[in-house]
């Protein structure tokens, strides 16, 4: 099992910056594919951000290219997101992610992490 915690969420301005991290325990792997996923109210949940733990490839939501860095320091089975010029779009409950392969599912999520930005 890989147990994941989020930390860094909070209230900002439209416009200002948060950096989100997931601390990751457990079974982990430094090969997995990491994940952040939003959910704003009344919204499906959306992907956001993913790293690869063996090469470090990113890819990107499009609404979040160029706002969004996601990366990892695997020594200390953390990975983070940081969010530069939120907009009031940005506003949801943030989660982190684990999945195995490219091939597998997310098996492993966060409880979440709330961000909220004001206009």
């Known amino acids: 099992q890989v147990q994941l915690v989020e930390s860094g969420g909070g209230l900002v301005q439209a416009g200002g910056s948060l950096r989100l991290s997931c601390a990751a325990s457990?079974?982990?792997?430094?090969?997995?594919?990491m994940g952040w996923f939003r959910q704003a109210p009344g919204k499906e949940r959306e992907f956001v951000a993913s790293?690869?733990?063996?090469?470090?490839?990113?890819d990107y939501a499009e609404s979040v290219k160029g706002r969004f860095t996601i990366s990892s320091n695997n020594a200390k089975n953390t990975v983070y997101l940081q969010m530069n010029l939120l907009k009031s779009e940005d506003t949801a409950v943030y989660y982190c992610?684990?999945?195995?392969?490219?091939?597998?599912?997310?098996?492993?999520w966060g409880q979440g992490t709330q961000v909220t930005v004001s206009s």
């Open positions: 457990g079974r982990t792997d430094s090969t997995y594919i």
């Open positions: 992610a684990a999945r195995v392969t490219i091939y597998t599912g997310y098996a492993y």
């Open positions: 790293i690869t733990g063996s090469d470090g490839y990113t």
